[in-house]
Each structure stands twice: as C-alpha cells, then as structure tokens.
C-alpha cells in the first residue's frame, strides 16, 4: 500500500504562484514514476505533469508548459509541483498519483488539494 497526502493548496490571485507538494510513505517512492492531475468542477480529471523515478525526465500538458515545474526529492519522499503565474483557468483539486508499473497506469492516488485562482 501507499500513502499519498497533498498539501500546499490554496487562493491566490491571477498572476502568483503556488507550490504544492506529496509526500508518500508505505513504498520505496525513488523506485516510481509520479504524476500530476487535476480536475475542475464538471470536468474531467485530466493530466498536467509527470517526472521519472529517477527525476531526471519530466513531462508536461500543453496548458501548463513553461509555467509549472515538477520536482521530486526520493530523500524525503516528497514530490511537488511549483506552479507559476497562474490563472483562473488553472482552478481546479490537484492530485498527485503513483505510477508503479511505468506503464502510465497510476495506481495510486491522494486525496487532492484545491487550488483556486481568482482574477
């Protein structure tokens, strides 16, 4: 089993930034590949950042390209996701997830954190 628990949501206003983090325990998270979601009111839940096990790949949803950044540190078990000049459209719950066969089959899920940008 893992655990994964997001923090570091919150309301901001358009143009600021925020970062998120996930911590994991209950497996070895250096050995996995993570990812990033996140779903809006009446949306579905779709895909915004993933980073290697290793950290050295990442990859990102067009929308949010060069203004997020995926970060992990397997030393204290934690992935984050630095989010940068945010917009109202960016408004959603963020979810981390675990990837543990590296198929992109996330097996894992947190509870989310809501991130809500006004403008």
């Known amino acids: 089993q893992v655990q994964l628990v997001e923090s570091g949501g919150g309301l901001v206003q358009a143009g600021g930034s925020l970062k998120l983090s996930c911590a994991a325990a209950?497996?070895?998270?250096?050995?996995?590949?993570m990812g990033w979601f996140r779903q809006a009111p009446g949306k579905e839940r779709e895909f915004v950042a993933r980073?290697?096990?290793?950290?050295?790949?990442?990859y990102y949803a067009d929308s949010v390209k060069g203004r997020f950044a995926v970060s992990r540190e397997n030393a204290k078990s934690t992935l984050y996701l630095q989010m940068n000049s945010l917009k109202p459209e960016d408004t959603a719950v963020y979810y981390c997830?675990?990837?543990?066969?590296?198929?992109?089959?996330?097996?894992?899920w947190g509870q989310g954190t809501q991130v809500t940008v006004s403008s």
């Open positions: 997830a675990l990837d543990r066969t590296g198929r992109y089959d996330y097996d894992y």
């Open positions: 209950g497996r070895t998270f250096s050995a996995y590949a």
């Open positions: 980073i290697s096990a290793s950290g050295i790949s990442t």
